[in-house]
């Protein structure tokens, strides 16, 4: 038994060894985040050759380059919303890596939110938005719309410029704040954004932008080759100007536009709701739709006019929004829509609400 034992185990000694997995190789993705230089934002040069200024920016490339998913979408997202971004700052003779800022901020949504209420491509918070000329307000969010954002982006921006005398802290600011920024200016007696200490958030912020800068001019060097007919096209449109005299359905103007809701919301989305408020209104519509839209909204509004009636119900005790909708044969939506109600609010007893139903439908009504 011995001798057998022996002989197995100088059998097992003597085998070769099984095929082994071949080991990872990461030499590509370690090549992609040696940054050689010069490297520069907005023509200031980032000092490279100091060693915790490399560590933090071969940091953000290594963080971008494992989600190669936002990097295409951004390249796919380029003529949509990069291409006007550069037609605004060249407008305004600024540096185009400004525009890398939106791809920070929001990744180049519209509907991006933070959880501190910023909100849409540069990511305002309502009272800075409020302060460069936006809509913010239950009718409109105009943190969401494109081309207003971006004029206010670039207003906020040059104030920066100014205040702090170089567009890199000028970025640093508009992540953390003016204020904030000028107090760690003074508390540490120096004003290089590569040399502040910060918080971590915005210690890494400008690497971020530099890291979508480096990835974005030089894409097939990181692998990302993609074909013509991979970018989304942008739709052409045109924009109208529209007089409401009363509140106007989104359904109406896709109609008028020939297109559908969805279409108006997508060009538009700074709309709230399902509803224009009487007033003044510019709005982006299909160019093909541009002939002959404002007749045909005239004769869709008109028509809605002759088949529906305007009443005021008074809120009961026991009273629910759908209770009130469903007797009435209207959305909740609508409801709140007709009568600025806050979603969070609920209705009181005495209330008095507009209703816009049917001519032939009744329901109750009061005086």
Not at 46 to 65: G, I, N
Not at 198 to 210: G, P
Not at 296 to 307: G, P
Request: net charge neutral.
């Amino acid at each position: 038994m011995a001798a057998r034992l022996a002989t197995l185990v100088m059998v097992a000694l003597l085998a070769p060894p099984a095929s082994a997995a071949p080991a990872p190789d990461f030499s590509a993705l370690i090549a992609a985040a040696r940054i050689q230089g010069p490297l520069d934002y907005c023509g200031e040069s980032v000092p490279l050759q100091d060693p915790d200024v490399r560590e933090r920016m071969e940091r953000e490339m290594l963080s971008m380059l494992a989600e190669p998913h936002q990097v295409i979408l951004w390249i796919k997202r380029s003529l949509q919303i990069l291409a006007p971004i550069e037609a605004a700052l060249r407008a305004h003779r600024l540096p185009q890596d400004l525009k890398y800022v939106a791809i920070a901020e929001s990744a180049l949504r519209p509907h991006a939110g933070s959880p501190k209420g910023a909100m849409g491509y540069w990511q305002f918070i309502q009272p800075t938005g409020r302060k460069y000329g936006l809509q913010v307000d239950p009718e409109k969010d105009e943190r969401r719309n494109l081309f207003a954002s971006t004029e206010a982006a670039i207003a906020y921006l040059k104030e920066l410029r100014q205040i702090f005398g170089s567009w890199t802290l000028a970025v640093a600011a508009y992540n953390m704040g003016e204020n904030g920024l000028r107090a760690e200016i003074r508390r540490q007696n120096i004003s290089d954004y590569y040399r502040l200490y910060l918080s971590l958030e915005t210690q890494r912020y400008v690497f971020r932008i530099l890291s979508a800068k480096l990835i974005l001019e030089n894409s097939e060097k990181y692998g990302f080759r993609l074909e013509p007919d991979d970018i989304y096209p942008p739709v052409p449109f045109e924009r109208v100007s529209l007089e409401a005299s009363r509140e106007t359905p989104i359904l109406a103007i896709a109609q008028a536009a020939n297109t559908y809701v969805k279409m108006i919301k997508d060009l538009n989305p700074e709309i709230r709701g399902f509803h224009l408020a009487p007033g003044q209104h510019q709005l982006l519509i299909p160019k093909s739709a541009t002939a002959g839209f404002h007749d045909r909204l005239f004769e869709l509004m008109a028509q809605a006019d002759a088949q529906e009636r305007e009443i005021i119900y008074l809120v009961k005790e026991g009273d629910t929004l759908s209770g009130i909708a469903a007797r009435h044969g209207v959305t909740v939506s609508d409801v709140r829509s007709w009568n600025r109600l806050d979603p969070k609010k609920q209705i009181l007893p005495g209330m008095r609400l507009v209703l816009r139903i049917m001519a032939e439908t009744t329901g109750d009504e009061s005086p």
